[in-house]
């Protein structure tokens, strides 16, 4: 594993973390599907987020960091997993990006736009 995959790790643990300290339940990490990979989907209350992470060096690069097609690809997987997941399609769906920069805390903005 590359240091690069290590880190991915690390900001992806991190998130999990935060998520769970938030009251979250996470339901799955590392999601694949044919159109990519959500990192984590996580449950608080009737809410359903999709988070993507971003593990920089700064805060400016976890945001720059951040593509409107890595969105769509969510959104796009997301589908997929609510497809095979039917009895959560009734809970408000939510995009969210965590980002991790290096020796800071994480930042977590809600319902991302593209």
């Not at 880190?7 to 938030?22: P, Q, R, Y």
Request: net charge positive.
């Amino acid at each position: 594993m590359s240091s690069t995959e290590y880190k991915g790790i690390f900001g992806e643990l991190t998130a999990a973390l935060l998520l769970t300290i938030k009251g979250y339940i996470i339901l799955a990490r590392r999601y694949k599907t044919s159109c990519g990979e959500i990192d984590i989907i996580a449950r608080k209350g009737d809410v359903i987020a999709f988070v993507e992470v971003k593990y920089r060096k700064s805060l400016t690069k976890c945001y720059e960091a951040i593509r409107n097609k890595q969105i769509r690809r969510i959104v796009r997987a997301s589908e997929i997993f609510l497809c095979k997941n039917p009895d959560l399609r009734s809970n408000f769906i939510r995009y969210d990006v965590i980002l991790v920069p290096d020796w800071n805390l994480p930042k977590h903005i809600k319902n991302i736009s593209m």
